[in-house]
């Protein structure tokens, strides 16, 4: 991932559906150019690729999606089953998660 000065994780909305979060969002990009921006767009694993509705402004200098799966839904409910006791536990919880 390139160096920005701002990374954001939304939901996957963007830039493939107009209005909402999407539209708040390349708001946001456009109003502060002097900024460089990573997006994370989170979607779920039965979405399909649609058509960019947003061009992508200057500053966004990497997007990328993580695709949710089945799999990954159930193991982030189990991961959030186990109460960890120690920070260790928890760490390898999010690993599997990410």
């Not at 954001?8 to 708001?27: K, N, Q, T």
């Not at 799966?69 to 998660?97: E, H, M, V």
């Amino acid at each position: 991932m390139p160096d920005t000065d701002v990374c954001l994780i939304v939901e996957g909305c963007y830039p493939h559906i107009a209005g909402g979060v999407s539209s708040w969002l390349d708001w946001l990009l456009r109003q502060l150019p002097e900024l460089d921006f990573s997006v994370v767009a989170i979607i779920s694993g039965s979405e399909e690729a649609l058509a960019p509705r947003y061009i992508a402004p200057d500053n966004l200098k990497h997007f990328s999606v993580v695709r949710l799966n089945q799999r990954t839904r159930k193991t982030f409910r189990q991961s959030f089953r186990i109460r960890p006791d120690d920070q260790s536990a928890l760490a390898g919880a999010l690993t599997n998660l990410i």
